[in-house]
């Protein structure tokens, strides 16, 4: 049957469409793969030179240091590993969620307890305000990393002697958890990039901490897939807040 001239345009512009949108997505794709071959190549780098210096100039008693430098950053790198593999087999839809009920309550007990430990040595004072008791259906264990990686945050950008505030709430068939901290914040123009792989607003500071630019991105994905999702607020020099909201059972 021949097309009408409309229908011959209608389908051209579907075309473009899509081929424009697999140039997006393969842009997306290159730019990936190049950061995170960059973020291996800089550990691997400083491990060769670190054995090789090692063995060309330590007498054999002097080779424990260099061995524990090498060591973290091979611990280092293997967190890194492991989150690309996260992140590429959620791009190939290969993680599913192991959905069962969760007492949200308890859930943020736990969390404010890790919180606690990792905030210590900066003398962080950490907080959890009650709950309403909401039971989530949702995959436990993907939901603690995306608190962790928030609570981690919280602590990796507030200063010393600063605040954590845990809170959880529900209304309206919906849980909100929110992470609150009297950090440094983030400026106005990077709060929408902060959940892109690899964005981090100070590099140097966030590579000092062990960071790589990707928890967020990681947490971002994880709401999602609950069909939740995840908001930032924040005052430069005062702190952050990050809200999670997800369905409850
Ligand atoms: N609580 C926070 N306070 C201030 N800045 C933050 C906070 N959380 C995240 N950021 C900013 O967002 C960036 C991305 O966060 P993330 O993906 O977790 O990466 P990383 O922690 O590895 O640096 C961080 O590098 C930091 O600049
Ligand atoms: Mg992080």
Redesign the pocket.
């Known amino acids: 049957m021949p097309k009408t001239g409309d229908e011959v345009q209608a389908l051209a512009e579907t075309f473009n469409e899509m081929i424009e949108r697999l140039q997006r997505s393969f842009e997306r794709m290159q730019q990936f793969i190049s950061d995170a071959s960059h973020e291996l190549r800089t550990p691997l780098t400083v491990l060769k030179g670190e054995i090789e210096l090692g063995l060309k100039t330590c007498p054999r008693s002097a080779r424990c240091d260099i061995l524990a430098a090498c060591s973290s950053e091979i611990s280092r790198m293997s967190r890194l590993v492991e989150t690309l593999l996260f992140l590429s087999n959620t791009d190939a839809e290969r993680v599913a969620l192991d959905l069962k009920p969760i007492h949200l309550d308890r859930l943020m007990e736990d969390m404010a307890e890790e919180t606690r430990i990792i905030a210590e040595p900066k003398r962080i004072r950490v907080e959890l305000i009650d709950g309403a008791g909401a039971i989530l259906h949702g995959d436990e264990m993907k939901l603690r990393r995306l608190l962790l990686?928030l609570s981690?945050?919280?602590v990796?950008?507030t200063p010393e002697g600063g605040r954590i505030i845990l809170r959880s709430q529900s209304e309206n068939g919906c849980a909100e958890i929110r992470v609150t901290?009297t950090?440094?914040?983030?400026e106005a123009q990077?709060l929408a990039r902060?959940f892109d792989r690899f964005?981090?607003?100070?590099q140097s500071r966030?590579r000092a901490?062990g960071?790589?630019?990707?928890?967020?991105?990681i947490c971002k994905w994880i709401a999602e897939a609950h069909g939740g999702s995840i908001h930032v607020e924040?005052s430069p020099g005062k702190g952050?807040t990050?809200s999670v909201r997800l369905p409850v059972a």
């Open positions: 990686n981690d945050n919280a990796k950008y901290d950090g440094i914040g983030i990077d902060i964005y981090r607003v100070d966030s901490e960071g790589y630019g990707l928890g967020l991105a924040s952050s990050f």
